[in-house]
Nanobody, 125 residues
């Protein structure tokens, strides 16, 4: 079973940037689609982005399209989420998750089998 570990979160001012990393172990990431989700207390977990395995198809939620970029380096078993022009509304605990091959229904947390522990992103002046 794949294990996932997120890193790269922190405190950043509005308009700033962060790059999150999701490192996988225990299973080759090349066969897995990887999604990024975020959650704030009292709200449901929200799908942010997904990148497919062999097709590298990419999806974003509308609120981050044009600001966030997902990418993967299968040689390092790592997926990245570059986040630019951050706003207070991006403050959340960010998780990565995996499912087999494709990003179908990627916005549904129940579609993903394995999850990391999360990394906190706080956007504040």
């Amino acid at each position: 079973q794949v294990q996932l570990k997120e890193s790269g979160g922190g405190l950043v001012q509005p308009g700033g940037s962060l790059r999150l990393s999701c490192a996988a172990s225990g299973y080759p990431l090349v066969y897995l689609a990887v999604g990024w989700f975020r959650q704030v207390p009292g709200k449901e977990r929200e799908g942010v982005s997904c990148i497919g395995a062999t097709d590298n198809k990419i999806d974003y939620v509308d609120s981050v399209a044009g600001r966030f970029t997902i990418s993967r380096d299968n040689t390092k078993d790592t997926v990245y989420l570059q986040m630019n022009n951050l706003t207070a509304e991006d403050t959340a605990l960010y998780y990565c998750a995996t499912k087999a091959f494709y990003c179908g229904n990627w916005y549904l947390p129940t579609a993903f089998a394995s999850w990391g522990q999360g990394t906190q992103v706080t956007v504040s002046s």
